[in-house]
C-alpha cells in the first residue's frame, strides 16, 4: 500500500477535543505528525470539515481540516 504522507507519523494516545464554531467534541489523538493526526471520536458525523483540534498534553492548538472519514476514526491535515 502507499503511503502518501509527507511526514512521519508517531503513535500516541492523548485527549484531546475538537472545537469549531461554538461546539466541541471529544477525541483521543492516535497518532500525530508535524502536518497532521488520526482521532478516533465517538462518530465522525457532526464534525465539520474545518475545526480546531486541541491537545491539552501538549500545550497546542491546530488549525486544521478533515482529510477522511472512517467508522470512528477521522484524518486531519494541520492548516497552521
Known sequence: MDDKRTTQR????KAGTIEFGGGAFD?????L????????????FGIP???TLVVPSEQRRHHCRVVWRK???????FDD
Not at 27 to 31: K, L
Open 10 to 13: 508517531h503513535r500516541v494516545f
Open 27 to 31: 477525541c483521543t489523538v492516535r497518532n
Open 33 to 44: 505528525s508535524a502536518t497532521g493526526a488520526a482521532l478516533d471520536v465517538a462518530s465522525p
Open 49 to 51: 470539515k474545518d475545526m
Open 71 to 77: 467508522e470512528k476514526r477521522i484524518g486531519v491535515a
